[in-house]
């Protein structure tokens, strides 16, 4: 099974429509981040979470809204949505241990909003 | 400040050649660097990183990369290009500030390789 996974893989959703993305993960990480991915802008940090009590906002968080639930689930909110929303969402994971470490991705969600 | 700079949006390679992702990095502080693979329609896998160890890193599938503070680079390198190795690569450097840039990563926008017959 996957240590990370992200549902649904796939959304389309009308303008307006209130949306949530869900990650789950296995790892036992305490961090978790959700990005979204542009075609040629890379990847831009949304949210990130580095314990169930500590929610910090990232590059690009207007518009979105997260909640973290357990150590194990962090879930993407918009609240009401809009066609630039439309990407590809990556729920990613790291430790809290000293030190950098790399971050583990899930397999992306495909937002189209229309 | 962190940042990272794919210099390359694409690279064309014919199978069996070498292959060369050039990244430029920008940090005040002894950065992190990492780089991630993501072939078509697939999350992101990690490659390789540098910590401060090694200048020279080896990472999976045959790729290696060279860390050079003289000019703030971290090339991505492999000496014999496969098919398989079509994907986008992204070069990413860690937040190594104080405060809310810890922990963090930025990614630069991303170089797609293709590699022909």
């Known amino acids: 099974d996957a240590d990370v996974t992200q549902t649904p893989r796939n959304r389309i959703t009308k303008t307006g429509k209130r949306i949530m993305l869900e990650c789950s993960q296995t790892?036992?990480?305490?961090?978790m981040y959700w990005y979204r991915q542009d075609p040629g802008l890379g990847l831009r940090l949304i949210y990130y979470?580095?314990?169930?009590?500590?929610?910090n906002k990232g590059e690009i968080s207007d518009g979105y809204s997260v909640s973290r639930q357990a150590q194990a689930k962090f879930s993407l909110s918009l609240e009401s949505a809009i066609p630039n929303q439309t990407a590809l969402y990556f729920c990613?994971?790291?430790?809290?241990?000293?030190?950098?470490?790399?971050?583990?991705f899930g397999p992306g969600t495909r937002l189209t909003v229309l | 400040a962190q940042s990272v700079t794919q210099l390359d949006s694409h690279v064309s390679v014919s199978e069996g050649t070498p292959v060369l992702l050039r990244c430029n990095y920008s940090s005040s502080y002894s950065p992190s660097l990492f780089w991630y693979v993501q072939h078509p329609n697939k999350g992101l896998q990690l490659l390789l990183k540098y910590t401060s160890a090694a200048t020279l890193v080896k990472g999976i599938n045959g790729f290696e990369a060279e860390f050079k503070k003289s000019e703030t680079s971290f090339h991505l390198t492999k000496p014999s290009a496969h098919m398989s190795d079509a994907a986008e690569y992204f070069c990413v450097v860690s937040g190594t500030g104080r405060g809310s840039t810890l922990g963090r990563l930025y990614f630069g926008r991303g170089t797609q390789l293709t590699v022909w017959p």
């Open positions: 790892k036992g990480h305490d961090r």
């Open positions: 979470s580095f314990d169930v009590k500590d929610i």
């Open positions: 990613a994971t790291s430790d809290g241990l000293a030190g950098v470490k790399e971050q583990f």
